[in-house]
């Protein structure tokens, strides 16, 4: 015990110590109510402010972000093998036992894409038409997407916002027509010769984004290959992984088999600009929130400089009692970082608080119906409150010991 309070002491009374205690005095005193410390309160809740601004914004962008990637886990395959050149290969050249074989692969299956231009009750668009073959639902679990109808018969499942633009109604049992340019070309002198059209039924529709709704038709495999003419060709094959195995690792092991005919891709590969663009959409309102913060910060300035001015006196008897310069710069760093530290401090707080009940109750809704979910979406990451902190944490120390030491400077 002695050990210990003679250390305390020790910490005390050296000059970090004595700066430390001095800045709590001038912070914390119950005699403290004058304007300077009012403007020093005032400061810190211009630092709570943006700091609880760019937790909440952050928190957002996060849950949209983990939203988008689980919304694509129901529509892409975690691997996709497509052709290195071309548009469509021989599945007969792929050596689909290998791939079965490999450690970690759960299910594959056949895709084919295409564009065509889709005719609906006298309407007409231009979609994207994914063939699928039967295994696809097991690849992945396109089937909960399906809002009406069902997904895995002979049918086309059409999404929401083509079905909406045609005034697709399953229940009405008119067809679509696809209409798609013949390979062999056209005659000018016949060119509707030059198309060839096919009917399906309409088995259901399924809700995703606004993007891929109004973009992709889900057509049988065999429908597709009729349709462009592709006899036994496929476009791409979408391979399932096991729960908890590396898509990596995956990856590379599927690479060897395939060879230099095939290229393989991660589903966040497979829409690698979209994920990029999110990434510096997130970054980009971090930037901007940061510049606000920035700004509050030199509130700070004001409240530190009015403190120096006031403590005149006090700085003058420090210095005839010994203290250094730098122990007195010290005193009004501390307070400065204090300032900034109980205002960031009060920000987090308010921040991770009000996503905790965004997160719980969902209390701010989300207008119109671009996302399967009712409310805006927040997931709290430590990455991002880390961030949030570091920068703060640099920011408030930069503005603080350059106002001191610029301002020491002229009083002692």
């Known amino acids: 015990m002695t050990h210990v309070r003679n250390t305390d002491r020790r910490n005390a009374t050296s000059p970090r110590g004595v700066s430390g205690l001095i800045a709590r005095r001038f912070l914390f005193s119950p005699k403290s109510h004058s304007v300077i410390n009012i403007i020093s309160r005032v400061s810190m809740v211009a630092v709570a402010i943006p700091v609880a601004a760019m937790v909440i914004l952050m928190g957002v962008f996060s849950g949209f972000d983990s939203l988008i990637k689980q919304m694509y886990r129901d529509f892409d395959?975690?691997?996709?093998?497509?052709?290195?050149?071309?548009?469509?290969?021989?599945?007969?050249?792929?050596?689909?036992?290998?791939?079965?074989?490999?450690?970690?692969?759960?299910e594959l299956s056949l895709m084919l894409e295409e564009s065509a231009l889709v005719e609906y009750a006298g309407r007409q668009t231009t979609v994207t038409v994914r063939g699928v073959d039967e295994n696809f639902a097991r690849v992945v679990p396109i089937e909960r997407m399906v809002y009406t109808g069902n997904f895995?018969?002979?049918?086309?499942?059409?999404?929401?916002?083509?079905?909406?633009e045609l005034g697709v109604n399953p229940g009405l049992k008119e067809p679509?027509?696809?209409h798609v340019p013949r390979r062999e070309g056209w005659s000018a002198l016949l060119p509707m010769s030059g198309f060839s059209s096919a009917e399906a039924a309409v088995d259901g529709i399924f809700m995703l984004d606004a993007d891929t709704d109004g973009e992709y038709v889900m057509v049988?495999?065999?429908?597709?290959?009729?349709?462009f003419d592709y006899g036994g060709m496929a476009s791409g094959l979408a391979v399932r992984l096991h729960s908890g195995v590396s898509e990596k690792n995956l990856k590379t092991a599927?690479?060897?088999?395939?060879?230099?005919?095939?290229?393989?891709?991660?589903?966040?590969?497979?829409?690698e600009s979209m994920y990029r663009i999110m990434r510096l959409e997130k970054w980009g309102?971090?930037?901007?929130g940061l510049a606000v913060l920035i700004i509050a910060s030199f509130s700070i300035v004001g409240s530190l400089i009015m403190l120096i001015i006031d403590k005149r006196a006090g700085i003058r008897t420090l210095r005839a009692l010994g203290a250094k310069r730098s122990t007195v710069r010290g005193v009004f760093v501390r307070q400065g970082m204090m300032i900034g530290g109980i205002g960031a401090a009060g920000g987090l707080t308010l921040g991770v608080a009000v996503c905790a009940v965004q997160q719980l109750f969902g209390v701010i809704p989300m207008p119109g119906a671009t996302f399967l979910v009712d409310s805006y979406p927040v997931l709290m990451r430590g990455v991002d409150i880390a961030a949030i902190c570091a920068a703060f944490l640099t920011v408030n120390y930069l503005i603080t010991i350059f106002t001191v030491w610029k301002t020491i400077g002229r009083q002692i």
């Not at 086309?156 to 916002?161: E, I, L, R, T």
């Open 254 to 271: 599927l690479e060897q088999i395939t060879g230099a005919d095939f290229r393989t891709l991660t589903r966040y590969e497979l829409k």
């Open 220 to 227: 049988p495999l065999d429908f597709a290959r009729r349709l």
């Open 152 to 164: 895995g018969g002979t049918g086309a499942v059409v999404g929401q916002g083509i079905a909406y």
């Open 77 to 106: 395959p975690d691997l996709t093998v497509l052709p290195a050149e071309g548009k469509v290969f021989d599945p007969s050249t792929l050596d689909t036992d290998a791939i079965r074989a490999l450690d970690g692969v759960a």
């Open 285 to 288: 309102i971090f930037a901007i």
């Open 176 to 178: 679509l027509t696809f």
